[in-house]
C-alpha cells in the first residue's frame, strides 16, 4: 500500500506542476485561451483572472515579471482586458485614481493605444486604451513594484503589447 501512496503522491505533485500557467522553457511562449492571444517573455508568467466561482475569466488576464506564483502581487505586470463584437468595456476615467495626467498615444502592435498614468492604491499605473475594429483593448502596466521595475520601451513589454490578440 505504501508504494501506491508515493505514486499517487508523485502523480499529483506532477499534476500540479503541469497546471500552472507561466513559461519556464527559457524562451517566449504563446500563450492563447482561445478569447486572448499573447506573447509571454522568459522570465515573465500569466496570471489568470477568475470570478468569484472560481472559474478563469477568459477575457482578463496578466502577465507578470516573475515566474514565482508568491511573489505575483507585488511583481510588475501587464494587466489585459478585451472585448469583441458582442461585448463592449466599461471606459475607466481618472476620477478613479491619484496624481492623473494624460499619456502620449502609444502606437504598438498595428493599434493606437490612448490613456493616462495615475496611482491606484499606491502603486504606480499606466492605462490604456485602444479600439481596433469591433475588437477593444484595455492594457494597463504597473511599472514600479516591490519586486522590480517595467517601462515602456522594455522589449517585453513591447512583445508582450504587440502580440496582443484577441479573437
Not at 508504494?3 to 499534476?15: D, E, G, N, Q
Not at 472559474?55 to 482586458?81: A, F, G, H, Q, R
Amino acid at each position: 500500500m505504501n508504494k501506491y501512496k508515493k505514486i499517487t503522491v508523485i502523480l499529483l505533485v506532477l499534476l500540479m506542476a503541469l497546471s500552472v500557467v507561466g513559461c519556464s522553457s527559457g524562451k517566449s511562449e504563446v500563450y492563447d485561451n482561445g478569447v486572448i492571444s499573447v506573447t509571454v517573455p522568459k522570465g515573465w508568467m500569466v496570471y489568470e483572472s477568475k470570478n468569484s466561482n472560481n472559474e478563469v475569466v477568459k477575457t482578463n488576464l496578466s502577465v507578470v515579471k516573475t515566474t514565482d506564483k508568491s511573489k505575483i502581487m507585488d511583481s510588475p505586470m501587464v494587466t489585459i482586458s478585451y472585448a469583441g463584437a458582442d461585448k463592449t468595456l466599461y471606459p475607466v476615467t481618472k476620477d478613479f485614481y491619484e496624481d492623473t495626467e494624460d499619456l502620449a498615444v502609444w502606437e504598438i502592435g498595428g493599434k493606437k493605444f490612448e490613456g493616462f498614468k495615475g496611482t491606484s492604491f499606491g502603486a504606480e499605473m499606466l492605462y490604456y486604451f485602444a479600439v481596433d475594429g469591433d475588437k477593444e483593448y484595455q492594457v494597463v502596466v504597473w511599472p514600479n513594484m516591490k519586486n522590480g521595475t517595467i517601462s515602456l520601451e522594455d522589449e517585453d513589454v513591447k512583445t508582450i503589447v504587440e502580440s496582443l490578440t484577441g479573437k
